[in-house]
């Protein structure tokens, strides 16, 4: 059964920064990937005393670790006005945050479903396992800054792919025949154990066991000391136009001579001997 992941953007705005440092124009898979395993370690209870989780939790994780999703429909920006640059949105930061940070860019969506973010699967989980990433989804309150509140939620049964989907290219196509490409960091498989080895050398001591003259690191610098192995950079394209039935020009018509007496009446036909539209060919004999 098809299978698909909603983000609606509950401010209509979405504001994030890649792991460079660069600015992003929607949540990537990897982000979302990410958010679910800080729900999985953080909401759930389930943690063992080697702070592994449950079975079901587990299997949740590997299954999106090995199944990038198969389309995406992303989030309509707005746009400023037809020859403009995209509109913006100014959210506060944090207050701690230096000043000059304090106020950043967040890009602009669509209020209606159009502004929200879909990524498919045309076979989805088990049942189990879809329950479970229905649960993760729904404890995540937002993506990117906390500025960029969501509420994300699971959907089966639809038609795949969805109308303006982006479809993930095959590794084997040449990159030549990709047209309006978007090339997207996805979770591959280890990325959970990848995840808690990084967590666990940036945070040695417990919350209540922090030694007093620890010198406590920011979080760009974690991140820049070492990048993560597993992820896969997944390409994602428009989907190809299907061509029209109809061939223009037309390679048929119908001729209807007509011959225009001297004397004859003006025409004043009823409405209902009108049409919405016609095509005429005019020949001179």
């Known amino acids: 059964m098809t299978f698909a992941i909603r983000i609606h953007f509950l401010l209509a705005s979405y504001q994030g920064a890649s792991e460079y440092g660069e600015k992003e124009s ?38 999106l ?7 995406i429909r992303f989030p309509e920006i707005v746009s400023q006005s037809p020859t403009s640059h995209n509109a913006i949105a100014y959210r506060r930061k944090a207050d701690k945050a230096p000043k000059a940070e304090r106020a950043r860019s967040a890009v602009m969506y669509r209020t209606d479903e159009q502004g929200d973010m879909i990524l498919e699967w ?3 989980p088990d049942d189990e396992e879809c329950s479970t990433i229905a649960d993760l989804c729904w404890e995540i309150p937002f993506l990117g800054g906390a500025g960029s509140p969501v509420r ?3 959907e089966e049964g639809f038609d795949f792919p969805l109308p303006d989907s982006y479809m ?31 967590y666990t050398q940036a945070n040695p001591h417990p919350a209540s066991k922090i030694p007093k003259d620890s010198s406590t690191k920011k979080d760009t610098e974690v991140r820049s ?12 394209s428009p989907q190809k136009q299907a061509k029209s039935a109809v061939q223009l020009p037309w390679t048929r018509m119908i001729i209807i001579p007509a011959r225009v007496e001297s004397n004859a009446s003006a025409w004043n036909p009823r409405d209902d ?9 005019c020949t001179a004999y």
């Open 152 to 154: 994300i939620t699971v």
């Open 273 to 281: 001997e009108l049409t919405a539209w016609c095509v005429w060919r």
């Open 122 to 124: 045309k076979n989805g």
């Open 65 to 71: 670790e090995s199944n990038p999703p198969e389309a």
């Open 168 to 198: 993930l290219r095959p590794e084997s196509q040449s990159l030549m025949e990709v047209e309006r490409a978007r090339e997207l960091p996805c979770p591959a498989p280890g990325l959970h154990q990848e995840l808690m080895e990084h």
């Open 225 to 236: 000391e070492k990048r993560l192995q597993c992820v896969h950079r997944s390409t994602y």
């Open 26 to 63: 929607f949540p990537t898979p990897m982000r979302l990937y990410q958010a679910m395993v800080s729900a999985a370690h953080t909401v759930f209870s389930s943690e063992n005393s080697q702070g592994m989780l449950d079975k079901r939790l587990n299997a949740a994780l590997e299954w």
